[in-house]
DNA sequence: ATATATTATAAACGCGTGTTCATGGGGGTG
DNA sequence: CACCCCCATGAACACGCGTTTATAATATAT
């Protein structure tokens, strides 16, 4: 079915068709109708390739979500929580403002071929980008070039200014120094940290923040008590082990996402430990099951809804309005107490 | 850039740059070599859009996640990991096939028409259904408009012999019947279930499987036993509350998923009970945090990233070569044995 | 009633690419 | 040397739709 049927069977011109389908004013009342009732009589949907060839936007957003190298078999790798939320945020913010999700995993970290090749191909009209490096220069790549991009997860500063480029962060500096403040408030002194991926901003933000902070409070900072964690459970769970056999442990440990501190509590439990009465453990995400493990997980939680849906909804304004200057904002997080810390014993 | 940019540097017509672009027999090395140097310097890439528009595919396909109705806040969906397991499992197989996927989510489970649009505007070659209620119409409707639809968890007496349909489940029955039985073996004698959306294939078969085996172990039903979670941690959270406060209490409970299991064991733990102590739970899916909770979930798994990848290969595989012949597979579960029973006290 | 302004509509062109058809040239055979 | 065949390649058309331009029909003013 094509507007040339739609056209012949209404008894008027392709192009009579046209302007009712895209809502031009010089059209009868009588006309119009009578090719609407046509139109729904045979549920005819305009060609989205054709339209868009003859220059109108095709709705279509792409998400790519970077994850870490082949390092990790893809059978495991759906077992990573987080990303998940992204996908779900995203996807509900377009479809809710008419508009389709084109999802790429990307998991060679050095591989943007594809995203370049999304725009090229002009499959999306604006792309959002999750788990990025600092490093990598795919951002200015694609900005460049003149295509609207959201990132999620970027540092401000390299960001600023930049056209054609959304970016949202969490506040993760301040939430970290939230969850070790209150470590040290329960008298812990001998703190150690799981770190995530210091290449990303977030990971990287965590990381200072631990150090600052402990640094402030006139703190030692153990260098055996610092995990490279990478944000990945396996890692976790055999660097916490490693851990456990050494001659020292901290009396908590601050884990830069929740997904390893499940590991790290995991790796505990195996091992005898009780939590919290011989670790306190912290968490950061606040992913769904956090509150339902047993015990209850202490994490900051990061609104990545929110953080999501404004950056989708920015992104798509930005490509209607045909906007094209740099915007950022920052979420608070929020600091859950639940189950997994304890005053430290005399 | 246009393929007649591309023709114009590389000093042949259009069609040749066409022929090299599409492997066409007919051109020598030299000529070849000469225009792909070119491609390759100014990183140009066909318009998928112009490309459809003349025949080719687009090499997409759609993924049509149905989720229940808007009684759940937006802001909650995220939380069920279960479909994010699906989404990363297709977008993988797709990916790895040059495939790109578009995510679409459904909540008002009556509205497919986001389905039949993609179909018809034709941005999609090929189609993944999941969360698909037994009653609903969708599904003849795409098969007959001749586009290839494959879904997961459908009744396959119902799909049988329909062309382009392929449908992939696990074998629901007999994974309960494992359940179960382990749980007579181990002397339960009063077993409760949590039952699913009845609506939905694995739902009713589930069900069915629990009503049969106890049945041929002459245990008797007790209707109050029998939860309404319909897959929802809310729902079951609030029911298993309500069982608590009635008279009499199962010995162990079968929740349909593990979402559902984890949810009823988060209510009894705030009642004071002990898991597997007071009660015995076994859930359905082996979801990531399964394993990772404490105690470990028993639980049946179902193999979804295997399922998922068979599904999308056989998807993508029946487009290219034009394959309309119905296809099923079963897929066989694992019962994983873990902390959450115990034997019944005497 | 005629001239002019206004509106409804059709015809034609362009979007970027795949593909068919026609052409021209080169090599081989008689 | 003449003929034929094959291969490389360019020109032209098709894909389905949006949009501009031209034309026909109608309404308004004189």
Redesign the interface.
Known sequence: MRSEDIARLAGVSRSTVSRVINNYPNVPEKTRDKVLKVIKQY????????R??AGKS?N?IGLFVISISKTQA??K???S?Y???F???V??AA?TSGY??????IYCSKDYS?I???F????ICGGILVGNEKNSDIIKEITKMGCPLGVVDYDPDEAMNRSNLIVVNSMDYDGTAKALNYLIELGHRDIGIITGRLGTYSGQQRFESYKQTLKEHKLKINPEFILKGEFLKDKTYNEVKKLIKSKSLPTALFACNDDMA??A??AF?EEGFNIPEDISVIGFDDI??AS????ALTTVRVP??DMVTEITEMLIDGIEKGRKKFYCKNFDTVFKIRDTCMKVKE
Chains 1, 2 share one sequence.
Request: no cysteine; charged share 15%.
């Open positions: 549920n005819y949907e305009p060609n989205t390739w054709a868009a060839l095709n279509t893809p059978s790798i759906y077992k929580t990303y998940s939320s996908i779900n945020a996807v509900d479809n389709y999700v084109l999802v790429h995993t594809k370049n090749q999304a090229n191909q002009k499959r499940l590991a509590m995991e439990r769904p099951v339902q493990m047993n015990p990545v809804y």
